[in-house]
Every structure is written in structure tokens, then in C-alpha cells.
């Protein structure tokens, strides 16, 4: 059964960072384009960041470009988020995604992770 697993959330301060870890385990994620969500509450998930399957592509939403950054390392089946110069309005549960796939048509999330940034 596919997992993705999420970790490294917390309470940070504005202005602080935070690194986010994604383990998926019960396939090889390498062929799949794997992202970042968000959802705050009261409002719906919105997309954070995506990085391609070899790593040589990535996305990122306006709001946090040039403060997070996504990576992979294939051989450990992990991506991070890291996050710094954060601001209160990025509080919020970050889930992981994984997309595509040799099918094309995979859709597995993780179950979340808080952050929360306090002014």
C-alpha cells in the first residue's frame, strides 16, 4: 500500500523557518511528480509547490516564491519543503502529494502536517 508520511511541522515565529519531510514508502515515488499543498482553516487546499520526477523542474505558488524551496532525493523516496521568512498568513495543515506515475493518473496525499506561525 502507498504512504506518504509528512513530518516536521510545528509553532514558529514570523520570520523563522521550518523544514517539512515527505517518506513515501510502499512504491518508488521517483517516477512521480511530487508537490506541496495547503489548507488554512476555512479555506479550500491550494497548491504550494511542485518538483518534476528528475528534480530538474520545479514550481512554486506567487505567495512563497523565493521563500521555500522543494527538493527530492529520489534514492530515499523523500521531498522537503523548506520554508523560511515565514509569515503568519502561512499557517496552515501542509500535505504532501504524489501525481502521475507510470499510469499517469496516481493521486496519493499524506495525512498532513500543522504550521503554525505566530506574530
Known amino acids: 500500500q502507498a504512504q506518504l508520511v509528512e513530518s516536521g511541522g510545528g509553532v514558529v515565529q514570523a520570520g523563522g523557518s521550518l523544514r517539512l519531510s515527505c517518506a513515501a514508502s510502499?512504491?518508488?515515488?521517483?517516477?512521480?511528480?511530487m508537490a506541496w499543498f495547503r489548507q488554512a482553516p476555512g479555506k479550500e487546499r491550494e497548491f504550494v509547490a511542485s518538483i518534476s520526477w528528475t528534480g530538474g523542474s520545479t514550481d512554486y505558488a506567487d505567495s512563497v516564491k523565493g521563500r521555500f524551496t522543494i527538493s527530492r532525493d529520489n534514492a530515499k523516496n523523500t521531498v522537503h519543503l523548506q520554508m523560511s521568512s515565514l509569515k503568519p498568513e502561512d499557517t496552515a495543515v501542509y500535505y504532501c502529494?504524489?501525481?502521475?506515475?507510470?499510469?499517469?493518473?496516481?493521486?496519493?496525499w499524506g495525512q498532513g502536517t500543522q504550521v503554525t506561525v505566530s506574530s
Open positions: 510502499g512504491r518508488s515515488f521517483s517516477s512521480y511528480v
Open positions: 502529494h504524489a501525481g502521475g506515475g507510470p499510469s499517469g493518473t496516481a493521486n496519493y
